[in-house]
């Protein structure tokens, strides 16, 4: 019942923030759009798009650094795309791998895709196997070496590296905690923060040529779900979807 309409669900700017890939996880499509900023006009290009197998869930997607390749990541059946870009922005796929072990069964739905600062390492965040799965990006773009790190939580629904480009956060949405990874993707994950229902994790922008202070704790801002400043989370006891107006928690998907 995932795919009855088109759910496009995030916008990866491209070319100088002149074009736009779109994941779109109702469609099994990444679409390619021309936005001109000046002219405020945002052009659809069916050509350019890229077509992903049925029932891939097209859910996330981020742009190498130094190589024209867009990887796409596949919610539904945790799969991550390498897609090539051509000069006139058209996608074209050549590399589709598995996010999970081959040994695990369970259920599990992909959910973030990070690339290190760097561009040599791509991870991606597992909902259910409650990993993050690392691969090599090697020549030419393709995907190589995976390898997973437990999230030490459960539903770890978005992922980014800190500031520094040290370490990978990610936001445990059903264990309301964000933790830290080693930026190789191996090695413990270390608890940052407990915060309510976390589904995604914003940095304030550093203003050029103002002086900074010193290194002050890292204090994520949570997304959905709890906000305990505002509404306390419910004690033992207390039906959860009774404790909030429908449609505003995350972790009820109500």
């Known amino acids: 019942m995932e795919q009855l309409s088109p759910k496009p669900h995030q916008a990866v700017f491209h070319a100088g923030g002149k074009r736009l890939f779109v ?12 936005f001109d900023a000046t002219a405020g006009s945002l052009m659809e290009c069916p050509s350019l798009a890229a077509r992903l ?26 799969t991550v795309y390498a897609l090539r870009i051509s000069q006139e922005g058209r996608l074209d796929p050549f590399q589709v791998v598995s996010c999970l072990p081959d040994n695990f069964i369970g259920f599990s739905r992909a959910s973030a895709v990070v690339l290190s600062p760097d561009g040599a390492r791509l991870h991606v ?8 799965c690392t691969f090599d990006v090697v020549d030419g773009g393709r995907l190589a070496s995976p390898s997973w790190t437990g999230s030490d939580g459960r539903t770890p ?16 949405e059903e264990s309301d905690t964000i933790v830290s990874i080693p930026s190789g993707g191996s090695g413990p994950a270390v608890l940052v923060a407990p915060t309510a229902s976390p589904t995604c994790i914003a940095f304030r922008d ?16 949570a997304e959905g779900g709890h ?28």
Do not use: Q, W
């Not at 994941?23 to 021309?34: A, C, E, I, L, Y």
């Open 23 to 34: 994941p779109n996880k109702g469609t099994d499509r990444v679409s390619v759009f021309d």
């Open 157 to 172: 629904r978005f992922a980014c590296y800190n500031p520094e480009g040290t370490g990978l956060l990610a936001a445990n």
């Open 53 to 78: 197998r049925e029932g891939t869930g097209p859910r996330n997607g981020v742009a190498h650094p130094a190589m024209p390749i867009l990887f796409v990541v596949g919610e539904l059946d945790s």
């Open 206 to 221: 550093r203003t050029p040529g103002k002086a900074l202070g010193p290194p002050t704790r890292l204090k994520p801002i």
């Open 125 to 132: 965040s597992n909902r259910g196997h409650d990993s993050i």
């Open 227 to 254: 906000d305990s400043r505002i509404n306390p989370a419910p004690g033992p006891g207390v039906d959860h979807r009774r404790h909030h107006p429908a449609g505003e928690c995350h972790r009820c998907r109500v």
